[in-house]
């Protein structure tokens, strides 16, 4: 056994480190040096054993040394009235020249899209940005194991719980939500926003973090013409002119038939006749998804359609970056007047 | 997966340009990234005669050849008999051989399209002249051979274009194959070409051999073919195989059938390889050879082919020469006991078709798409094979695709079957019928098409209908196993006859109003008065780093944590905005911005939470907002709660704040609580959030400067307060007011709250219209005093008070302020 009364030496290096106005010096103190010199002094089969001793109490003087440079910075600091509206022997601090301040363009689009869907019937929801499987994926008629799935790229939790990568992650509680509604001989019309998640590396066109728009839309009569009248609509509005749509088929496992709908790029963010904007993604409600819903497919039916808004913002302003969005830049932010 | 227009016409006319057919299919089928149009490479390229071939004086390699062009070419050097001299040096260069010319100021193919594309002279080499050059299957940009020059193997006058002779004055459609997953038909040319058909409204005639579904091999039962079992069902709907003998290994496939490979972008190898990726592209079934020999020696007595999972530590040396340690949820082929491949993805080294080979076993096979899918990902295999596996290959196309493929390996290697197909079939998908009314095709497209018009779209790419009335009976041919219900026809008769061509509406229904919910018109506020206050809005991920979390003082434990991100940056939820929002003070000076304010709204997540009635956590709304000044001093603490109180005073929300004193939750943690508040409502007293400075450790670790400050509120809490206020208009009054300025000296202890808050309830008692507002706080360097000046208006209702009447409520006030404050005027 060795001679050292390691405990001993513990105590009284934390009682120093507790006194001391700098005590992070105690770290340098001989006795940690003695201590360690003294492990290869033992025979070797007492070493390991000793030197986990040894180590046990650098850690504990070193927990000690934080919390007591916490102690003393907190000592320094002077407690001010928060009641109060100034400081003693201050003025009234003066907000930031107003011709500073911008909203966030992506914020600011946002509320103008939901503004035209909320003005064409559609009540207004958030998505959620942390959410469930079924809510993700089981609802919206995604098989488990489904390759449909790999589109998607998803993040998961510890828990098994996924930041959404389709604002669709409300759909199936928008058509539970309606569904009284719709059987008193109403319909569904709603849009979730918000942002959503992908598991990608970041470029000046790709993020792992973006936002989407989502609609839906469920009655006794809908049919895909409605759709693209709505969808069509909706874009009329947002650039205030007549323009062309083109569609194109696509696969969602949450619609049948899907489509991929584009526009023909407006005159006033630059377009000319011919050049496309692939906009979203869109088609009529899977009957899988309805009864999932616990509505009866057989007497509703709904269209449902999903798309990004960065780039309508990026169309808008000519943003060529879109790691910008997020990159919290005042360089970036202030070029957005309010 | 790219697609040679060519290749389609063989199997349906197309109607119109390749830009028509092109759009046409983006609107109807699957997007079309690019159309390369790969005749242009070959304008110039001729097909000539060697005449006559001699070696080259002085050289080594070099030939001098004499070739015949037909007297195509115009403007080149001929000698008495119209023939052209060209200097070779590929070794196998000789007198009659057919050959691809490319004459002086053609473009060498490989070199199309290039920054600088090398053009051809004519000019002497090693003193001789030399127009051109004879090309290498690699200069004509077909495939990578530079080992001789392409050897012509059809029959083709001296002087015709080479791209005529082998069909190569094509356009390759690049397809967008993500949105065909659910389409494994469409992953081969003749699934294509059916579609192609369709949606040009032409009906589709699929090629005789590939009608045969239960076709035999015609053999002389020479070999012994081993017995075939799936081991489970739910692993493989059908594995056949064959065996042939006398296969040339070394034999070469067809120039022509090479460069449709080549178009298609596989590597053609030899002609036994070829023709399996050739009924691979044409199809989407994939195929594979073993060695018979080897198969039958690992087999041993028990010459069975199982298919089965892999067992616990298993291993397999693959085809590429990998060890890969199989996980049980591979599906294996084995030859008796032992796995010889890794189903539909790999085939094992064991069993490797070589040089040696004389015999081969010729698989195709089906496998379940999910299983393939999970093998696939765990190994880090992607082949043409396995992406086609993976879309899940209908059991019946592998017998009319081994019958050709028999067929063709007797045609180009001289193999002959000697055994009959074997196989284990123990599919039981049973041919699907759906049933779809004319009126709900319509209804749901909005379209008004006859049952006539149905029939016919559908009938085009192989549905069978039959109508009785307007209820249609749709029989789905077995290679669309996607077809199930009614809604996946109407895509279809939508599809087939274009989404493009239906009137667009709008739903009918009544008219209702709808506005933004309240919570989202109060963010909006908020967001409005707080750019009004200077202040620019950010948006910052949702995901933070551990060291985030830490350097704020919030423990990870708490956030909800991603297992699979690609970096340590997004490995947690973040549990308030203030970290992140601190994470991008130091960035925004370092840029040059001396003072500003940022500001988020978003969402964070705690696990100390808990979940909503869904099981899933339950999410916080927050706006937190960070106040930075490069140069100032002082305390930023007051100038974070100006805006504050600027932004919700313009909601009518008042607020008080009180000393921060062992908050636990993650919002406050980075807060100094000696120099931070806890913000209330007024009214209510509920609790909105915290303001202030943050501690030492967090200014230190987030390189703020000495002057940052901010605060972080619950903005539901809001929606409370604002209910609480109700109407606030209070009639004016019809006299005047008068002001009066109080000075009180006060212990340093004592709180401008306490001050304000009880002369508002003095005041609130006299029935006046009254109002409190700070005028000076001073507090001298010496003693333990300080002297806070407040400014008292007064109103009254009915008259205007007197000089009396103004004292006895000033004096009442101060009374009860010096009283609760211990304090006094001066």
């Known amino acids: ?338 | 997966m790219i697609i040679s227009v060519n290749w389609l016409k063989k199997f349906t006319s197309i109607n119109g340009t390749v830009d028509e057919l092109a759009t046409l299919i983006g609107a109807r089928l699957v997007e079309i990234e690019t159309v390369e149009n790969i005749g242009e490479k070959y304008q110039g390229v001729i097909i000539a005669k060697v005449v006559e071939c001699g070696p080259l004086e002085n050289s080594d390699h070099l030939n001098v050849t004499k070739i015949d062009d037909g007297g195509v070419v115009a403007d080149i050097e001929r000698d008495e008999n119209g023939l052209v001299q060209v200097v070779c040096g590929a070794p196998n260069v000789r007198a009659g051989l057919s050959v691809a010319w490319l004459p002086p100021r053609s473009v060498v193919p490989e070199t199309f399209g290039d920054a600088e594309p090398f053009v051809l002279g004519a000019k002497p080499l090693r003193g001789v002249m030399s127009n051109g050059m004879l090309a290498s299957a690699k200069e004509l940009d077909l495939y990578d051979d530079h080992s001789g020059i392409l050897e012509i193997d059809k029959d083709a006058a001296p002087g015709t274009l080479f791209a005529e002779v082998y069909e190569l004055n094509d356009y390759l459609l690049d397809i967008e194959n993500k949105s065909l997953t659910h389409r494994p038909d469409a992953f081969g040319v003749i699934g294509f070409a059916r579609e192609v058909a369709g949606i040009q409204g032409l009906p589709f005639e699929t090629p005789t051999w590939l009608q045969g579904l239960d076709a035999a091999v015609q053999n002389d039962g020479t070999a012994t073919a081993p017995a075939v079992v799936i081991e489970d069902p739910s692993l493989s709907d059908r594995f056949q195989a064959v065996v042939l003998s006398g296969v040339d290994e070394s034999a070469h496939s067809p120039i022509q059938l090479q460069t449709y490979l080549s178009r298609s972008g596989v590597r053609p190898i030899s002609a036994s390889v070829d023709i399996s990726n050739y009924l691979m592209l044409l199809t989407g079934q994939p195929s594979h050879a073993y060695d018979y020999d080897k198969v039958k020696a690992i087999a041993g007595d028990d010459f069975t082919i199982r298919v089965r999972l892999a067992r616990e530590g298993e291993k397999l040396v693959l085809l590429d020469g990998k060890e890969v340690s199989l996980d049980t949820a591979d599906v294996v082929i084995a030859a008796g006991e032992t796995a010889i491949g890794l189903a539909g993805i790999m085939g094992g080294q064991s069993t490797m078709v070589d040089g040696e080979t004389k015999t081969v076993l010729y698989e195709a096979a089906t496998f379940d798409l999910y299983r393939m899918r999970s093998s696939q990902m765990r190994h880090g295999i992607f082949s043409e094979a396995v992406t086609r596996f993976t879309k899940g290959i209908p059991a019946p196309l592998s017998n009319p695709v081994l019958v050709e493929a028999v067929s063709m390996l007797q045609h180009y290697t001289g193999a002959q079957a000697t055994s009959d197909i074997v196989q284990d079939y123990p599919s039981t998908r049973q041919q699907i019928v759906v049933r779809v009314s004319e009126k709900k095709i319509n209804d749901t497209l909005g379209t008004h098409f006859s049952a006539d018009d149905i029939a016919s779209l559908l009938g085009n790419v192989g549905f069978e209908v039959t109508f009785d009335e307007l209820e249609a009976s749709v029989t789905v041919p077995y290679w669309r196993q996607d077809i199930h219900i009614a809604e996946d026809l109407i895509e279809e008769v939508g599809r087939l006859a274009g989404f493009d061509t239906i009137a667009l509406t709008v739903p009918r229904r009544d008219f209702v109003a709808v506005k933004p919910g309240d919570f989202d018109q109060l963010r909006s506020v908020v967001r409005r008065s707080l750019v009004r206050a200077g202040a620019n809005e950010v948006l910052t991920y949702s995901f933070v780093h551990g060291d985030i979390l830490k350097k704020a003082g919030q423990s990870p434990d708490n956030a909800y944590r991603i297992t699979n991100s690609l970096s340590p940056d997004l490995q947690y939820y973040r549990q308030s905005l203030t970290p992140s929002l601190l994470t991008n003070v130091f960035q925004n000076i370092k840029a040059g911005y001396g003072s500003f304010a940022l500001f988020e709204a978003n969402k964070v997540h705690q696990k100390s939470d808990g979940a909503t009635s869904e099981s899933v956590p339950i999410e916080r709304d927050s706006i937190a907002l960070v106040v930075a000044d490069a140069k100032k001093k002082g305390a930023a603490y007051y100038e974070a709660k100006r805006v504050l109180d600027y932004a919700l005073g313009v909601l009518g929300i008042s607020l008080d704040y009180q000393p921060l004193q062992d908050q636990q939750d993650a919002v406050y943690a980075p807060f100094e609580p000696k120099r931070s508040a806890l913000v209330t409502d007024s009214k209510t007293g509920d609790v909105i959030g915290v303001v202030g400075e943050y501690k030492k450790s967090v200014q230190k670790a987030f390189k703020l400067p000495e002057f940052s400050a901010g605060f972080e509120i619950n903005p539901r809490q809001l929606l409370k307060s604002i209910e609480a206020i109700g109407i606030q208009y209070r009639p004016l009054s019809r006299y005047p007011g008068t002001e009066r300025d109080i000075c009180f000296q006060v212990k340093q202890s004592v709180q401008y709250g306490e001050i304000v808050k009880s002369a508002e309830q003095f005041l609130n008692e006299t029935g006046l219209i009254v109002t409190v507002s700070p005028l000076d706080i001073y507090q001298p360097e010496e003693g333990d005093t300080k002297n806070i000046t407040i400014r008292v208006g007064l109103v009254s209702y009915e008259k205007t008070m007197t000089n009396e009447e103004v004292t006895a409520v000033i004096d009442g006030l101060i009374t009860t302020v010096t009283e609760r404050t211990e304090g006094k005027v001066i």
Not at chain 1, 19 to 34: C, I
Not at chain 1, 317 to 338: N, P, Q, T, V, W
């Open chain 1, 1 to 338: 056994m060795s001679t050292y009364d390691v405990e001993g030496i513990k105590q009284s290096l934390l009682e120093r480190v507790a006194s001391s106005k700098s005590p992070r010096e105690v770290l340098k103190a001989t006795e940690f040096r003695e201590l360690y010199g003294a492990i290869s002094t033992l025979p070797p089969e007492e070493r390991g054993a000793f030197g986990k001793q040894v180590n046990e109490v650098k850690i504990a003087v070193e927990a000690a040394i934080e919390s007591r440079e916490n102690e003393l910075e907190s000592a320094d600091i002077v407690a001010i009235d928060v009641s109060a509206p100034w400081d003693i022997n201050a003025k009234q601090p003066q907000l930031l020249p107003t011709e500073n301040g911008t909203q966030h363009p992506l914020t600011k689009e946002l509320e103008n899209v939901v503004d035209i869907f909320t003005r064409m019937g559609f009540d207004a929801i958030e998505s959620r940005q942390i959410d469930d499987d079924h809510h993700m994926f089981g609802a919206l008629n995604f098989p488990e194991d489904h390759p449909a799935r790999d589109g998607y790229d998803t993040f998961r939790t510890e828990e098994g719980f996924i930041p959404p990568a389709h604002t669709s992650t409300m759909q199936h509680r928008i058509l539970k939500e309606g569904k009284a509604k719709l059987e008193a001989g109403g319909h569904i019309a709603a849009v979730s926003y918000g942002r959503v998640f992908r598991n990608e590396d970041v470029d000046a066109t790709h993020e792992h973090t973006f936002y989407q728009c989502e609609g839906v839309f469920v009655s006794k009569d809908a049919t895909l013409g409605d759709m693209l009248g709505t969808l069509r609509s909706f874009f009329e509005t947002y650039y205030g002119q007549a323009l062309r749509i083109k569609t194109q088929p696509a696969y969602f496992p949450f619609t049948e038939p899907g489509l991929e709908f584009a526009i023909e790029k407006p005159a006033s963010i630059g377009g000319k006749p011919g050049e496309w904007l692939e906009m979203l993604g869109c088609g009529m409600i899977h009957p899988n998804v309805l009864v999932e819903a616990g509505i009866d497919p057989n007497k509703y039916r709904g269209f449902a359609w999903g798309g990004g808004i960065e780039r309508l913002v990026m169309l808008k302003y000519g943003i060529e970056d879109l790691r910008h969005f997020e990159s919290a830049k005042l360089a970036f932010l202030r070029k957005f007047a309010s």
